[in-house]
């Protein structure tokens, strides 16, 4: 899983609007007119393209940067139930020094 700055994760939202915005405006970018237009539109797509991108990019620090303690799964969300098997494994790998 690729981890990036929230400036970089910015960055990639506001291109992607750069790049879907209509041919007819060509002064302005289309990020900046969005947020300058309904900075809550900005903001709420904003969060929806952060967790359509989550399953293979995250924030380092944020929200999805997210590893488990107990049994290591870097993919899960902070809300997950371990699996128990997994938990036995980790605890034999951090003995191991193997994690």
């Given amino acids: 899983m690729e981890k990036i700055t929230e400036d970089e994760m910015i960055e990639a939202y506001e291109d992607m609007?750069?790049?879907?915005?209509?041919?007819?405006?060509?002064?302005?970018?289309?990020?900046?007119?969005?947020?300058?237009?309904?900075?809550?539109?900005?903001?709420?797509?904003?969060?929806?393209?952060?967790?359509?991108?989550?399953?293979?990019?995250?924030?380092?620090?944020?929200?999805?940067?997210?590893?488990?303690?107990?049994?290591?799964?870097d993919d899960a969300d902070k809300d997950h139930v371990c699996d128990p098997k997994e938990k036995l494994v980790h605890k034999v790998d951090k003995i191991r020094g193997e994690d």
């Fill in 17 to 73: 609007l750069n790049e879907t915005k209509d041919s007819w405006i060509q002064d302005y970018e289309g990020a900046y007119i969005l947020k300058e237009v309904d900075p809550t539109a900005y903001d709420v797509g904003y969060s929806d393209y952060e967790d359509s991108v989550s399953d293979t990019t995250v924030i380092e620090g944020g929200d999805y940067d997210y590893t488990c303690d107990e049994c290591g799964d």
